[in-house]
């Protein structure tokens, strides 16, 4: 299999501190963040009474990621509004930039995605100390009873390797499926193609005229027509594209790789990447909620 | 000739790690994601006006239900790809 799954590439290393890798993963996420800050600076600038235009659509999501974080953090909560808004825009911008086609979308990069979950991670800790102090979080390991402590050690390591896992998995993994279908459906053509190639000029004319023929052929009883119309589109196109690949005009090119791979991308990078966002940005309110008590709580412990 | 043969014993032994790994690890989640949608329809048909947040719930849980399902395609990928 010639297929080559490889990781984000590295463009060149900037030589301190014993070479810095700048990586496709950094392009885009750099460009991620570039094209945001300047989306909103320009859409921030002109601010009108009555909204128009962009404005309203941006008023409706903050509207909708203010409601959101209230609802799953709490009123008290609302100041970490901006942090969510900011991990589910580059999540999904992130995902979204691999559609451009020179671009590899940040989040195919374990790398990118393990530094968001830790930064959730560390603010989760700084939280728990600065409510509970240092001593009285780590009580909060053995909070249960004392055996428990090994399972909440693990479990507070796990939630970061699984945030980031399950984010970077979705993404890159689909990714590498897609890469996978479109080697299979390039090989199924050429053997296709190459088939009638071999067989000659001749068998890819009668195939075509054969094709053309069923289609037009309308005297059929309605439950014969809806197969002679199938079998009428497959030689037509079969023969058609035979006939290109015999005569030169098509040599080599996987014509069964079009379009087909393009409904599975739909899936994996349209409905995957916005899944996924979607699932990171509520987890990281979650953690972050649950690390932030409210405060006469706060205060009572 | 034994290189050869030890070649395809490795690849033959990544293809089928490979399969299983996956094969076994989206039992799982199938079977998980299946309870949850159905549980889920339950809950439309019993409230029709609940299913917009019941719908989203049900996608967020699936999305984390598929966790251990991606482990094991990631894995079954560093078989193949990188072993």
């Not at chain 1, 699984?162 to 990714?175: D, L, Q």
Request: hydrophobic letters at 50%; one cysteine or more.
């Amino acid at each position: 299999m010639d297929l080559s799954v490889t990781g984000a590439f590295i463009y060149f290393t900037i030589p301190v501190f014993g070479g810095i890798p700048i990586t496709q993963t950094t392009v885009s996420s750099f460009l991620v963040a570039v094209g945001l800050i300047v989306l909103s600076l320009v859409i921030g600038r002109k601010l009108k009474k009555r909204p128009d235009g962009w404005q309203v659509l941006v008023e409706k999501g903050v509207g909708m990621l203010y409601d959101m974080v209230e609802q799953t953090m709490g009123k008290h909560n609302l100041r970490w509004a901006p942090l969510i808004g900011t991990v589910f825009l580059s999540s999904l911008c992130g995902s979204l930039i691999g559609l451009t086609g020179f671009l590899r979308s940040s989040t195919a990069d374990l790398s990118c995605v393990m530094v968001w979950a830790l930064a959730v991670s560390a603010i989760c800790w700084y939280n728990g100390i600065k409510y509970n102090g240092f001593f009285g979080w780590l009580k909060g390991f053995t909070k249960p009873i004392a055996v428990m402590t090994p399972m909440n050690v693990i479990s507070e390591i796990a939630q970061p390797v699984s945030m980031a896992f399950r984010h970077f998995g979705n993404v890159a993994g689909g990714g590498v499926i897609t890469g996978i279908l479109y080697l299979a459906l390039s090989m199924l053509s050429a053997k296709i193609l190459g088939l009638i190639a071999k067989s000659g000029v001749a068998v890819a004319i009668m195939l075509l005229a054969l094709g053309i023929a069923l289609l037009l052929y309308r005297k059929l009883k309605h439950s014969k027509r809806k197969l002679t119309l199938i079998l009428g589109v497959l030689s037509a196109v079969l023969g058609l594209f035979g006939l290109l690949e015999v005569t030169g005009v098509l040599k080599g090119v996987p014509v069964l790789s079009f379009g087909i791979p393009a409904l599975l991308s739909c899936y994996f990078d349209l409905f995957s990447g916005f899944v996924q966002a979607y699932v990171f940005t509520l987890l990281t309110m979650v953690y972050i909620g649950n690390s932030c008590p409210e405060p006469e709580q706060g205060a009572q412990e | 000739m034994n290189e050869l043969i030890a070649e395809a014993i490795a690849t033959a032994g990544k293809a089928i790690g490979a399969g299983l790994c996956m094969g076994i690890g989206a039992i799982g989640p199938g079977v998980g994601e299946g309870n949850a949608v159905s549980k889920a329809l339950e809950g439309m048909a019993r409230q029709p006006e609940a299913a917009g947040t019941l719908r989203s719930t049900m996608i967020m849980g699936c999305a984390i239900a598929e966790t251990t399902g991606i482990y094991s395609l990631l894995i079954a990928f560093l078989i193949l790809f990188v072993l």
